[in-house]
């Protein structure tokens, strides 16, 4: 019997991009107008509002959803806009990095500049801190690892991350409907939050992309976005290819995202609720997959 390679075919050749700037920035203030048109309404309305289609025609569903949530989701754009329930905040950014097998070795990127990660020796930097990811057993035996420069290919990779919140407010508001027994308004206000957290994410994936480079093979259509027609991936710790919430304690060793206000619980979740972190990997074979 052949045995399994141990790696995926996974190109270990990609150009490598130059982020502007390694370690984290802060990002306090986006504006609202620019992160509501990435909210995917599929995903709100049927899925954190629970409006589903049933056995209506697609021209019966547009009708209703025209005539009784579009107003409704208009109306909370406003209201948590103009009364500040929703406070969007980020923080994100690149570390040099390459892959060990399963292990992705995290480096210190102190005082780079904006140094070029052709230009950069792992075996000449200081390992910060690895994640190890796992692999397929079958299929295409893909890993997240994968995606980065070997480390004996002499070159360092990018890797980036980022943690985004819409704030406490959100779910303190949510809260208080819950309790005043106002449950349908609670279910859209929490819903509402939920997903412009991931609006938010979607957008600074974009702007990473952006700032990599590589943001020219993004589809012009935000609606496809959703379904990853851009080049690279972003993955959430719990996803199926990194299942281990255990991970968000080393992203918030490398992101501090205390800095926007986010804490983890004790199973690794962030508070508040409205929020999200991520790995970006610009590699262009890099999409879903499960382990």
């Known amino acids: 019997m052949k045995a399994a390679p141990a790696r995926s075919t996974v190109a270990t050749d990609v150009a490598v991009p130059t982020p502007p700037f390694w370690g984290s920035r802060v990002v306090e203030h986006v504006d609202l107008d620019e992160i509501y048109p990435f909210i995917n309404t599929v995903a709100l309305f ?17 009708d209703k959803l025209a005539a009784t949530i579009l107003p409704v989701f208009e109306r909370l754009k406003t209201e948590l806009r103009e009364n500040e329930v929703l ?47 796992p692999r397929q057993e079958g299929k295409r035996r893909l890993c997240i690892s994968d995606f980065f420069r070997p480390v004996g290919s002499g070159h360092a990779d990018v890797f980036g ?19 005043n027994d106002d449950y349908t ?3 859209y206000t929490h819903g ?27 589809s012009p259509r935000i ?20 299942p281990e919430m255990r991970d968000q304690e080393k992203i918030w060793s490398l992101l501090e995202p205390g800095r926007i206000g986010c804490s ?14 991520a790995f970006v990997v610009h590699h262009p074979e890099a999409k879903y997959f499960n382990v």
Not at 230 to 240: D, L, N, V
């Open 223 to 242: 609606r496809e976005l959703f379904t990853q027609h851009y080049r690279g991936s972003r993955y959430s710790p719990g996803y199926p290819a990194c």
């Open 185 to 187: 308004e609670y279910l």
């Open 161 to 179: 991350l980022h943690c985004v919140t819409m704030g406490s407010r959100v779910s303190e508001l949510a809260k208080s409907l819950f309790e």
């Open 87 to 133: 406070r969007p905040a980020v923080v994100y950014g690149y570390w040099p990095c390459a892959s060990d097998g399963d292990d992705l070795i995290v480096y210190d990127p102190s005082g780079l500049g904006a140094a070029a990660p052709t230009e950069l020796r792992p075996a000449e930097m200081r390992e910060l801190l690895r994640f190890t990811f």
């Open 46 to 62: 049927r899925g954190q509002w629970q409006f589903k289609k049933g056995k209506l025609s697609d021209a019966e569903y547009q």
């Open 192 to 218: 509402m939050g939920v997903e412009t957290a991931e609006a938010l994410a979607e957008l600074w994936h974009k702007r990473i992309r952006q700032e990599l480079g590589i943001g020219g093979e993004d």
């Open 264 to 277: 983890l619980t004790e199973n690794w979740q962030i508070d508040p609720e409205q929020s999200t972190s």
